[in-house]
């Protein structure tokens, strides 16, 4: 690691760059199932709150630890303290456990590519059917996986990030722009106000501490976090970018593409499949309904086409820095040159990967703790690897650094750090005891031994 780091031109590059990291496939695919599943307006709410309490004091946490230290994860939780170094190795199993499955969803979206590109867009449009015959299938799941999974090692491996950096860029907007135009038009669907205030309006008799523990495992697979990823982002960053203005910024980006993504899914469901639809929703969510919303509108299936390319492209962006994130730690550690690193990473995501690309099919019978292998992944790195990283990170900063080291490096500009007191209750107090708390209830229901 003696090369120069390199560094981000300025504040907009950061945010962009975190932001286009941040926004993927959870936004787009795992926040409307889940906000669907827990109750919808509830849901938000719960999500909402967390993202200004917790996902602020942890992004603030790890983009400052990355700046103060200027080390990605391993090196920079051990040169805060040396006993913490296996922290940098915890975060680092998240993106080796969600890459494989990440791919086997980006393979799905690759898929519809090709049914809107060969004019079967209308037979997908049977409301789940053609995605059920699909996903349980086993050589078209497994082929679309591999072929996403090879499409981001060939950019990892060319190193070519500038220009998916350049790409994203021009997506990134046009995505939103597309997302907000589905959602108007969605909601000219008759039927579709009762679903709108079911998503917008918290019932709170829905409520319940599983809403909670998703809307937290959401929260940081959605921003990135307890994974290492702000680390090394915030490592990159100059020393005269706010920090506070960069942790708000990605925040509102990263939230509002989640919530609008729900108001282009979850109304729709609602008018087309009532409250069973929504309580039932599941991982083929964004593949079942969004295709009956498409063979509805007029020119249906070129908007469908130019939705999943831009679903791709932002699925891109995150698997490829789930991969660089992994490859650049094993040649840190290793004697290994880039493309021997992204070969292993590549067979390493081929073992993980296939179980979730057949949980659905012939490996259907196979269900670790009760769940399909995609769930079951997408469980163990976001409801136990994440709050583990998440709640070891508030010890050690909280009780062992000291949340002042943080706040300088906030404040080191001379910028008002307005959130200061609330980040240090947060970071020593709260965020511990919620985040075992949550820790022991995702685990017992994960186990099956308390029910959803
Ligand atoms: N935050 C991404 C998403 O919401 O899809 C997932 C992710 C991408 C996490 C890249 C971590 C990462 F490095």
Request: proline share 3%; with cysteine.
């Amino acid at each position: 690691m003696n090369e120069k780091r390199s560094s981000f031109s300025g504040s907009i590059g950061f945010v962009l760059a975190a932001a286009g990291s941040a926004v993927g496939l959870g936004n787009l695919w795992r926040f409307p199932y889940l906000a669907a599943q827990y109750g919808g307006g509830i849901f938000i709410l719960v999500y909402i709150i967390l993202a200004l309490t917790f996902g602020f004091a942890l992004m603030t946490t790890e983009i400052a630890i990355g700046r103060k230290t200027g080390l990605s994860c391993i090196g920079a939780y051990k040169a805060l303290n040396k006993r913490f170094s296996f922290l940098g190795y915890i975060a680092w199993s998240v993106p080796i456990i969600i890459l494989p499955y990440y791919s086997v969803i980006g393979g799905w979206v690759c898929k519809y590519i090709a049914v809107y590109l060969t004019g079967q867009g209308a037979a997908a449009a049977d409301g789940g059917a053609f995605f059920g015959a699909f996903m349980s299938s086993t050589a078209a799941p497994l082929g679309w996986f591999l072929l996403f999974l090879a499409l981001t090692a060939v950019v990892v491996i060319a190193g070519v990030e500038k220009g998916v950096e350049k790409v994203s860029k021009v997506m990134m907007p046009v995505l939103v722009v597309l997302i907000v135009g589905i959602s108007v038009y969605v909601l000219t669907i008759p039927g579709t106000m009762e679903g709108l205030k079911y998503y917008l309006l918290p019932d709170f008799s829905k409520f319940s501490i599983t809403t909670v523990c998703a809307a937290m495992s959401q929260l940081f697979y959605s921003m990135s976090l307890a994974m290492g990823i702000m680390v090394t982002y915030g490592s990159y960053t100059r020393k005269d970018v706010s920090l506070v203005n960069a942790v708000n910024q990605i925040e509102i980006f990263d939230t509002g593409v989640a919530l609008l993504a729900g108001l282009m899914i979850i109304p729709a469901l609602f008018a087309f499949q009532g409250e069973e639809g929504l309580t039932s929703a599941g991982v083929g969510l964004m593949f079942q309904t969004l295709p009956a919303v498409f063979g509805q509108m007029p020119g249906g299936s070129v908007v469908g086409l130019v939705f999943f390319v831009l679903v791709f492209f932002a699925a891109l962006t995150s698997s490829i820095s789930l991969m660089e994130t992994i490859v650049s730690m094993l040649m840190d550690r290793t004697k290994l040159g880039r493309k021997m690193s992204c070969l292993v990473v590549f067979i390493v995501c081929i073992v993980l990967g296939v179980p979730s690309s057949l949980g659905f099919g012939v490996w259907g019978h196979i269900l670790p703790l009760g769940m399909d292998f995609l769930t079951f992944f997408d469980f163990i790195s976001n409801s136990v690897v994440m709050p583990i990283v998440a709640l070891i990170t508030c010890i050690l900063v909280g009780w062992f650094v000291g949340t002042k080291a943080i706040c300088d490096e906030v404040s080191r500009n001379g910028e008002h750090f307005g959130r200061k007191a609330l980040y240090e209750v947060m970071v020593k107090y709260l965020a511990p005891v919620c985040l075992v708390v949550i820790l022991v209830f995702s685990v017992l229901q994960g186990m099956g031994i308390i029910k959803v």
